[in-house]
């Protein structure tokens, strides 16, 4: 495999502002200092509760946001798209696309579906004329939709095909990299299956990598190679998706697993449960030391006071905890 | 989640048969609730499952006359048995508006809903709003009042309750509304709760924190839950009885057990099948059920999966009806509406 994107240190620092100066008195750490690798036709998982900054880390990557520091070295040419002017970054744009988790909020209810699909082509000029409606039919036929379907309006379509408009939109200009934020999270679960199937299906066909965004466990392990885990801003844990689930290093993901409700009454009823408490941290304040410390049921003095590194364990392990040589925890 | 302090003894407390609620629309009439039958035993929780759109929430409204205008039931019995010895009370007789209506919902049947934020008043503190239900419910004095919100919301596992009482719902998290809503609903300590998606908007941490909290509070109370979701994982943590509904009738229904391990209905089959499942090897493909739910207005002939249905044979051109499994009676054990298990 070789390495398609490499996310060294970023960050992204929300200021707070008050008065009518618009006083800067701090900081919403969203994303504080986050490095991983994407290898090419690779998924790789982003996973963590609401608000750990997981939207805001693929919004930078896209440059849709400005990331207040870190670099993305991407492709064979090794570019830092962080670096480059808006002008230099056009010619990347279109090699790195997302999907959106609300499908209809992304769609322009005014625009045909065509055009919708067509927008991306047009503007970059890359195909015309009929062989951009033939373009056009074939990526829709890509995703499940039917010629006709140009024609039509996206409120005439259910969410789960609206779903797959935006994954033809994001497949026009054949991009190598998707990040998909949350893009079965709105649908029901027989068509959350069936857009799962989608993106593996042209994982497959287009040699596409995927960052795959999402709040459900369940849905990240089936889909990825690799899961990464945040936590207020920072990734805890990155392993392959199997040994995360299997035997989870970071005392967070141990519980996150244990929180997930499995579809089985009987494994159900014989699990331990481990409650953590409380809720997520405010990320302006974030706590001292370790950030999951307030909520860990295995914090020492060490870590209210020493932030851990994430650091390598095992091949392809990777662990932010001070104890996590001499935890014993528990997976699925 | 252990459901070994359960106290359900198999008195019903609630039996619903061939309930009808309707929308009417300028295109047409929604059946939105479609002859369904379940009951409700004491202390019992029974699960609603389905996709959206199949009439789980409406079923809800119904149990407490609170169908949103134009809709309204049709047809159809809600029996309520509010004391074990009396005879029933149709609810669905009793006009929505009626003093025994109120008296029904403020004491008995209580309801919590997946958006706290639109059933909690911005403008008033959190304390206020508990003191107000406890008041409705008991003849008792402001100031005990405010004691008895205070001692909820410790109950209900807030931190700091005596601060917490005078703050306003936006300065909560969505778990702590969650919460007070369910604080509020308890107050009264109700004899059923209906529970319509009330983690859906919640990260599983906190999901699992408020599951939790109502099955300890259903052991303490002895009060029966009917909850609604689509997530089957939270019915197989929670669910002793499951009712699996599409377009707006009850297709499966039968213990937690029957529902995992022995589903009969094509649809339940499909919808166990296509979840992922957390530390199941993961398949590179989910099996998926074909297509979408049909449109409420624009439903086929006969039964309403036939066009997803991979059994679909041409008898299914007609609707089955809702039959009871291993000589059971349909309203007893398990039960299904599918013409592969209706012997005629
Ligand atoms: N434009 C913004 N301005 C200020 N804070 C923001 C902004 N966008 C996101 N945040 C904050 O950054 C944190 C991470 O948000 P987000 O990336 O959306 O998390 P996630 O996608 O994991 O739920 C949250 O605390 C959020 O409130
Ligand atoms: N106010 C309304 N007017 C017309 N139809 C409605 C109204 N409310 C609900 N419905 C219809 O009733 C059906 C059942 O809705 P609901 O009970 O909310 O489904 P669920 O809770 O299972 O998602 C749906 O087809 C919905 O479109
Ligand atoms: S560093 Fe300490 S507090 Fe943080 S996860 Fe590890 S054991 Fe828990
Ligand atoms: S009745 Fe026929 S179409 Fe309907 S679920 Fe059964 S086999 Fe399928
Ligand atoms: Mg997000
Ligand atoms: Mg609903």
Known sequence: MTKLLEVNDLRKYFPIQKGIFQRTIGYVKAVDGISFDVQRGETLGLVGESGCGKTTAGRCLLRLIPPTSGSFIFGEEQVDLAKLSHQELRPFRRRIQMIFQDPHASLNPRMTVGDIVGEPMRVNRTETGSALQDRIVELLESVGLRSQDTRRYPHAFSGGQRQRIGIARALALQPELIVADEPVSALDVSVQAQILNLLSELREKFQLSYIFIAHDLSVVEHISDRVAVMYLGKIVEISDAETLYQSPKHPYTEALISAVPLPDPSVQRKREHIRLEGDVPDPSQPPTGCYFHPRCRYATDICKQETPELRQITEGVQVACHHSDTLALQGV | MASAEKT??????????????????????????????????????????????????????????????????????????????????????????????????????????????????????????????????????????????????????????????????????????????????????????????????????????????????????????????????????????????????????????????????????????????????????LPSIPGTVPHPLALPDGCSFGPRCPERMPKCDEMPELVGINGKTENDGHAVRCWLHTDV
């Open chain 2, 8 to 285: 359900s003894d198999q008195t019903p407390l609630l039996e619903i048969s061939g309930l009808k609620t309707i929308f009417p629309t300028d295109d047409g009439i929604v059946n939105a609730v479609n002859d369904v039958s379940f009951s409700i035993a004491r202390g019992q929780t029974v699960g609603v499952v389905g996709e959206s759109g199949c009439g789980k929430s409406i079923t809800g409204l119904s149990m407490l006359q609170l169908v949103p205008s134009p809709g309204r039931i049709e047809a159809g019995e809600i029996l309520f048995y509010r004391n074990a010895d009396d005879e029933p009370l149709d609810i669905a007789q009793v006009s929505p508006k009626s003093e025994l209506m109120r008296q029904i919902r403020g004491n008995e049947i209580a309801i919590i809903f997946q958006e706290p934020m639109t059933s909690l008043n911005p403008v008033y503190t959190v304390g206020n709003q508990i003191a107000e239900a406890v008041m409705l419910h008991d003849q008792v004095d402001k100031k005990t009042a405010r004691e008895r919100a205070i001692e909820m919301i410790a109950r209900v596992g807030i931190p700091a309750p005596a601060q917490r009482v005078d703050e306003y719902p936006h300065q909560l998290s969505g778990g702590m509304r969650q919460r007070i809503m369910i604080a509020m609903a308890l107050c009264c300590s109700p004899t059923l709760l209906i529970a319509d998606e009330p983690t859906t908007a919640l990260d599983v941490t906190i999901q699992a924190q408020v599951l939790g909290l109502m099955q300890e509070l259903q052991a303490e109370m002895g009060m029966a839950i009917m909850l609604i979701t689509h997530d089957l994982g939270v019915i197989a943590d929670l669910a002793d009885e499951v009712v699996v509904m599409y377009s707006g009738r009850v297709v499966e229904r039968g213990s937690v057990d029957d529902i995992f391990y022995n589903p009969l209905h094509p649809y339940t089959q499909g919808l166990l099948k296509s979840i992922p499942v957390l530390g199941r090897t993961p398949q590179s493909t």
